[in-house]
């Protein structure tokens, strides 16, 4: 200690991180108290594009909220479109047809390799590598395209509706995404050869940022998270929901609970959802894709219910409660990140600065769905 | 850890209801409710058994309680009408009229927190509620069990209002740092 040194807190001192700031991926502001280049204390400040979605959640109509959804997780906005459907669909009892659920699982599988592409090549920049980040655009710009020729939109997707969805596939759709799995299936050893077996990468993240399993437990977290610390949970094979049982597919799952565990386990996952993209083209049945007799007006029985989904970030769950109106009585969305984050406090405790961004970039954030 | 242990272990709380919900219908399993000052109890069970915490959130009953009054006046309206109708049709006397519906002041409304845990190997999801007089919104925050309920708490008192006694930092998480009122409270005006 120094001479000057009066008492331990004049050894540290407060560095603000954000909420302008590239490593934190939109607007979020860390707190961090520093003793020299170590964290001793950070502390995150949420809700700067805090929205309050659950307030106009219960001052519209049930089908009204729909385009809300895609305006939390802009990365995998169809997994959340998937979960307030789900759950309407449950209190409502409205019946699917099996093409649409097919649909639903082909659009949302690809949107989460989307968003795991982008997760890529961020993290990488995060970390100070950037030409990974055009390749990875490179190969997610195909996927905005397939997605736009169907949905509509390039990102803030609203496409599934109460009973179906909106719009029907066409040839081109199948034979483009058929082309695009062939296509990163060749990238992917690309990849791993230029970033993944990089020794700087692996310097970088082996053995840093250790999260453990009953530190997930603890916080709740959920997603590729939990799966980097060795539990294996993923709610389309926990719970499972949709036609996902249908399909043979692996949960990516790492023991080591560092940051490379959770990079592996997104890379990993990418394969996992071409399988089920692949696996849904070759079994799309004929038919519908909207249920008939869908009322144009709901009035779910009262009660409250819930639905999960798995986003690209780990377990969406929406809780609504219905006094049999036309509208919500209440309506809770449980985003993944928010408790993804919350163990970021405890994890990055006595961690190098650079190593902590390193954790951060590895949990995967996605602000407006954390503030809401 | 199966259903039923858990179910047994939470009843003997002592919680005021244990009620195994149907799934497929709502989507989780166990639904709790406890009275505010056995909540620790409980999410001490869980805990124990190995559950993580997804969600603590709250839900405002304003007007519940008016809503069941004038339910419960139609219901003996209801009823005495159809006794008249059974007497007039049998050709009797019409019987003497029902006795008014009790009035008085009614009892006041709740907000209830509502807690979701789920397990990471077993398809087993808990809802721990618990109901707090409007006016008096005291609930003792589980934040030691579940470190990461923290956050959850702190939203929920930015939203509802509701207190978390124990809480080690109950400022406003998504709101702004000075706010003072609670967007979710169905008496809310902006």
Redesign the interface.
């Known amino acids: 200690m120094s001479a000057f040194a009066g008492s331990e807190a004049n050894e540290t001192f407060v560095l603000n991180l954000g909420p302008q700031h590239p490593a934190t991926h939109g607007v979020l502001r860390v707190k961090l108290t520093m003793d020299g280049e170590y964290i001793v204390e950070a502390e995150p400040v949420?809700?700067y594009i805090?929205r309050?979605h659950?307030?106009m959640g219960?001052n519209r109509t049930w089908a009204q909220f729909l385009p809300n959804t895609g305006r939390m997780d802009y990365l995998h906005a169809l997994a959340y479109n998937h979960g307030y459907v789900s759950?309407v669909e449950?209190a409502a009892g409205i019946a699917v047809p099996e093409r649409a659920e097919y649909l639903r699982v082909i659009t949302a599988e690809l949107n989460r390799v989307s968003s795991h592409l982008l997760w890529f090549g961020a993290f990488i920049l995060d970390l100070g590598g950037f030409s990974p980040l055009l390749y990875a655009f490179d190969d997610r710009e195909h996927i905005l395209d397939l997605l736009e020729s169907v949905t509509g939109s390039r990102l803030t997707y609203c496409y599934f509706r109460f009973g179906g969805v909106y719009n029907d596939i066409d040839d081109n759709f199948v034979a483009g995404t058929q082309a695009f799995i062939k296509r990163l299936r060749g990238r992917m050893p690309m990849y791993h050869n230029l970033v993944t077996k990089n020794i700087i990468l692996m310097t970088r993240l082996k053995e840093i940022g250790p999260i453990s399993a009953e530190m997930?437990?603890?916080?709740?977290?959920t997603g590729p998270v939990?799966r980097g610390s060795g539990?294996?949970?993923d709610v389309r094979k926990?719970?499972p929901y949709s036609i996902y049982p249908e399909f043979d597919f692996d949960v990516p799952v790492y023991e080591q609970g560092d940051s490379m565990a959770r990079y592996m386990v997104r890379m990993d996952e990418i394969e996992q959802s071409l399988r089920i993209i692949e696996q849904a083209l070759d079994k799309l049945p004929e038919g519908p894709v909207m249920a008939d007799k869908v009322p144009k007006i709901l009035k779910p029985a009262k009660?409250?219910?819930?639905?999960?989904v798995e986003t690209a970030r780990g377990?969406f769950?929406v809780?609504v409660?219905s006094d049999g109106s036309n509208t919500p009585?209440?309506l809770?969305l449980?985003s993944p990140t928010?408790?993804n984050l919350?163990?970021f406090g405890?994890a990055c405790r006595g961690m190098l600065l650079p190593d902590a961004l390193a954790l951060m970039g590895s949990l995967d954030l996605v602000i407006p769905e954390i503030?809401? | 850890m199966n259903r039923a242990a858990i179910k047994q272990k939470l009843a003997a709380i002592p919680a005021e209801a244990v009620i195994e919900t149907d799934y497929d219908?709502?989507?989780?399993t166990l639904d709790v409710q406890v009275a505010p000052a056995q909540l620790v109890a409980a999410v001490s069970v869980l805990d124990a058994a190995?559950?993580?915490?997804?969600?603590v959130?709250g839900?405002?009953w304003l007007g519940e309680q008016a809503a069941l009054r004038k339910e419960a006046q139609a219901k003996i309206a209801a009823e005495a009408k159809a006794r008249a109708e059974a007497a007039a049709a049998a050709g009797e006397e019409p019987p003497p009229a029902a006795p008014p519906a009790e009035q008085g002041e009614l009892p006041e409304d709740a907000l209830e927190a509502?807690y979701?845990f789920?397990h990471?190997e077993e398809?087993c999801?808990v809802?721990v509620r618990t109901r707090v007089p409007r006016s008096k919104p005291e609930v003792p925050s589980i934040s030691e069990i579940?470190?990461?309920a923290?956050?959850h708490e702190r939203e929920t008192h930015d939203?509802f209002g509701i207190i978390f006694a124990g809480h080690p930092y109950l400022v406003?998480?998504?709101?702004?740092e000075d706010a003072d009122y609670h967007?979710?409270l169905k008496d809310f005006r902006p």
């Open positions: 949420l809700g805090h309050m659950e307030k219960e759950v449950r997930c437990r603890k916080y709740g977290a939990c539990i294996n949970f926990h719970e009660g409250d219910y819930y639905h999960a377990s769950g809780r409660v009585y209440r809770k449980r928010f408790s919350s163990l405890e503030d809401r | 219908r709502k989507g989780f190995g559950f993580f915490i997804e969600a959130t839900v405002d509502v979701d789920n990471y398809l999801r809802t579940y470190p990461g923290n956050w939203f406003p998480l998504l709101l702004p967007p979710l």
